[in-house]
């Protein structure tokens, strides 16, 4: 057995978002052996997205430590912690960045390994997002079918594959599904930025509402992810909770947040455009329903299940109708093969792989070679500085002169400015673009 098995191993998560926390912490635990005694620190990248406190709370993670940071403040810290394992939970631009960045501070000394991937389904810039993640030591890809293409586009380019790693969603879970419900509870998974425009999002509530009052009998909850104020991953600049303001709610149609997985437990069908809840639904075995109302497209993500055997509309739904998977095009995507157990089926090993992927890197003789990514100043001189400059980066991956300060922390004074200028950030993100948008489509 491996030393790295058994020894105390110190992990580090950089997260820019509530759902990449979740997905970024939760890999993280699946990553290590259960042998092992861990240390899980956090960090939180500063910017319109950073999670609050509610959303921590709500997604249930708990790390040794937790702390929001900027890029360079995180470079900094790099430097001075002796990580065994770095899990980079950041949009494809931000993980690019703290690839040179973490390459220019660590150069050929010791250095953690560095794992990143995706939070969810892969359905849109899929060589774009894949190729600013090229570097990292793992690159997970949450099924068979993901695994393929990532491999397929990093061949294509020329750069090497054999980061791509096969694990799982790390938040798949809870007691497969026995139905008997009483009521029957319909969940409709709510995106924030899927679709995109008021049209489209007052049909889906308006179709919710008008399914609440063709049964019921049926309770409706319409499941949210975010409040008045909250960014998440996406930012959703209408939200449905003001979309529904006004409107005459029927008694069996709800709003609620929490935990997704808590929802599910009392779920007999999940409705939603193309959310990963779609995936831990089926995971468990609950039937789902992916719209087809406003069309199969890519835009809406909900192409990814084609051949799911879950497409249908709400006048299906409406009718009585209950979609049932595809069993091959499931195990495909890396869900329900094998039940929902946590103790039976692929999903219990999914992540062995990489575990010794992982060990194998940390007895490697002479320790780990530099970050290697595929982008460099050679093959995207025209791509590259503008991505590591919005992080504060030079070409070189060396943070810019008047970069935020990494040497201190921030006293008194700074975290109160920090704060309100985050709030009026966030303020003119939600509040006041939308604004200004419409009126330049006027």
């Known amino acids: 057995m491996p030393a790295s098995a058994t020894k105390s191993l110190r992990v580090a998560v950089l997260a820019d978002s509530d759902t990449r926390w979740k997905w970024g912490a939760l890999t993280a635990q699946r990553l290590t052996p259960a042998a092992a005694e861990v240390r899980l620190d956090g960090y939180l ?48 631009g931000g993980v690019q960045a703290m690839l040179h960045g973490l390459r220019a501070a660590w150069g050929s000394g010791k250095r953690p390994v560095v794992v990143t991937g995706y939070v969810g389904v ?10 600013l993640r090229h570097g990292a030591d793992l690159v997970l890809a949450n099924s068979r079918h993901d695994a393929d293409r990532f491999r397929s586009v990093y061949e294509g380019v020329g750069a090497d594959a054999s980061s791509v790693t096969e694990v799982a969603l790390p938040f798949l879970g809870g007691a497969p599904y026995a139905g008997g419900h009483d009521p029957f509870t319909v969940v409709f998974a709510a995106q924030p930025s899927v679709p995109d425009n008021r049209t489209d999002r007052a049909y889906l509530l308006d179709r919710l509402i008008g399914h609440a009052r063709k049964h019921p009998e049926r309770e ?37 947040y929490g935990h997704m997985g808590e929802v599910l437990d009392r779920t007999d069908l999940l409705v939603t455009v193309s959310s990963t809840a779609a995936l831990e639904a089926l995971h468990r075995r609950i039937p789902t329903a992916v719209l087809t109302d406003l069309g199969v497209r890519e835009v809406l993500g ?38 929902a157990s946590s103790g039976a ?9 990489a575990r010794e992927r992982i060990a194998k890197l940390l007895d490697r003789p002479g320790g780990l070679p530099p970050l290697n990514p595929y982008y460099t100043t050679e093959t995207a001189p025209g791509y590259l500085p503008g991505i ?35 709030g009026a950030y966030r303020h003119g993100v939600q509040r006041v673009a939308p604004v200004i948008r419409r009126m330049g489509e006027l």
């Open 388 to 422: 590591l400059a919005r992080h504060h980066l030079g070409p070189d991956g060396v943070p810019l002169p008047g970069a935020p300060a990494a040497d201190k922390a921030p006293g008194p004074v700074r975290q109160i400015v920090r704060r309100a200028a985050r």
């Open 345 to 353: 089926g692929s999903y219990a090993t999914a992540f062995d792989t």
């Open 220 to 256: 409706v909850l319409l499941k949210l992810r975010s409040k008045p104020g909250e960014h998440t991953t996406h930012i959703e600049e209408l939200p449905y909770q003001k979309l529904a303001q006004g409107k005459d709610l029927p008694v069996n149609l709800r709003l609620v």
């Open 45 to 92: 990248l500063r910017g319109r997205a950073t999670p609050t406190a509610r959303q921590l709370g709500e997604i249930g993670v708990q790390a040794d430590s937790l702390r929001e940071v900027t890029g360079v403040e995180f470079l900094s810290a790099m430097t001075g912690e002796p990580y065994d394992v770095l899990v980079l939970a950041l949009v494809g």
């Open 122 to 131: 892969v359905y849109e810039k899929l060589a774009d997002g894949l190729l």
């Open 302 to 339: 909900n192409h990814h299940f084609t051949g799911s055997g879950c497409l249908a509309s709400w006048e299906q739904l409406d009718a009585g109708h209950r979609p049932v998977p595809d069993e091959e095009w499931v195990a495909r995507q890396g869900v329900g093969a094998g039940g």
